[in-house]
């Protein structure tokens, strides 16, 4: 089954990461969280690297760098995702990812829109900015982090506008996903409905 590829596209904390691994688990696909590209070229932005350099320059080895979930390279990611030169710098990779034989989950913001356009199923993952702050929240505190759930709501909020409305490959959903809207879905309940998306698809 060369090439089947599941395109899982959505704002930040929608429970996109949870889905995209739930469902790779599933079908036995291979993942990848795309959006740990733009915190890993992020996160050399912060020790002074240049963002295009970094982009260019990203090695798998970066990725599994334990500090990219912080808010502030979150912040630092969404705005590293703005420019074009870094966006089309991490595209070959991506599709390699999505080529791969066995199937692939690509999680992110622009996979069903430009990255993977031509996906075997695409689905949109949203939910209200304030469950997704909220379950934010409750991750960060666990954590450790003392950023307040206002704090958590307003990054959420300045991500969703940066992401939804650049210029380049924005935030939105490719005309044919399936959308789900995980506000008042357990997360048993948004796999399923995922994985019975992709079965369809598979018929
Ligand atoms: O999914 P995430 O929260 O780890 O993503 C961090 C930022 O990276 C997000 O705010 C925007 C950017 N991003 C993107 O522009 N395109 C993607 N495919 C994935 C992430």
Redesign the pocket.
């Known amino acids: 089954m060369t090439g089947f590829t599941v395109a899982i596209d959505g704002p ?1 904390a929608a429970g996109k990461g949870t889905l995209s691994k739930a469902v790779a688990a599933h079908f036995g696909f291979a993942h990848l ?4 590209l ?2 890993a070229v992020a996160a050399k932005t912060l020790l002074g690297v240049e963002p295009i350099e970094a982009a260019q320059r990203l090695t798998a080895q970066d990725l599994d760098d334990t500090d990219l979930r912080t808010p502030e390279v ?1 912040q630092a ?2 705005k590293v ?1 703005v420019i074009p030169e870094v966006r089309a710098a991490l595209v070959d990779f991506q599709r390699a990812f999505a080529a791969r034989a066995g199937g692939a989950v690509l999680d ?4 069903g829109t430009v990255i993977c356009p031509d996906a075997a199923v695409k689905l949109f993952v949203t939910a209200s900015a304030e469950v997704r702050a909220e379950r934010r929240y409750l991750e960060l505190s666990a954590k450790g982090d003392p950023s307040t759930r206002g704090q958590v709501l307003a990054d959420v909020q300045a ?1 969703d506008e940066r ?1 939804m409305n650049r210029a380049e490959a924005p935030l939105k959903p490719a005309s044919d996903a399936v959308l789900i809207d995980t506000s008042e879905l357990s997360i048993e309940a948004a796999v399923a409905s995922a994985i019975a998306a992709i079965e369809a698809r598979r018929a």
Do not use: N
């Open positions: 930040a969280d795309t959006g740990l733009y915190r979150a990611a969404s995702a992110g913001r622009d996979i991500r992401d």
